[in-house]
């Protein structure tokens, strides 16, 4: 089936370039990509999950996140002595 679809220029640009360059069509990456989108089962453009992952443990004696010239000074130097 044709079907016509309006892309930015800047888009379709890269992609007429990663085709050349890839040695295939742009019918090719496009059927490709959609059909990547389509398989994955999320809506296009619809934002990602972040799957947050913990750890026990806590900040140094004496870092105080709060105190940004205090947490600077302690990259630069305790953090640094303690891995050389």
């Given at each position: 089936?044709?079907?016509?679809?309006?892309?930015?220029?800047?888009?379709?640009?890269?992609?007429?370039?990663?085709?050349?360059?890839?040695?295939?069509?742009?019918?090719?990456?496009?059927?490709?990509?959609?059909?990547?989108?389509?398989?994955?089962?999320?809506?296009?453009?619809?934002?990602?999950?972040?799957r947050?992952?913990?750890?026990?443990?806590?900040?140094?004696?004496?870092?105080?996140?709060?105190?940004?010239?205090?947490?600077?000074?302690?990259?630069?130097?305790?953090?640094?002595?303690?891995?050389?």
């Amino acid at each position: 089936m044709k079907t016509t679809v309006e892309l930015p220029d800047d888009l379709a640009i890269a992609v007429k370039k990663a085709a050349a360059e890839r040695r295939t069509t742009i019918r090719d990456l496009v059927e490709r990509g959609l059909r990547r989108e389509l398989e994955a089962g999320k809506p296009a453009g619809r934002a990602r999950r972040i799957r947050w992952i913990t750890v026990d443990g806590g900040l140094p004696e004496g870092v105080d996140v709060r105190d940004r010239q205090r947490l600077h000074e302690w990259l630069r130097t305790e953090r640094s002595a303690d891995h050389p």
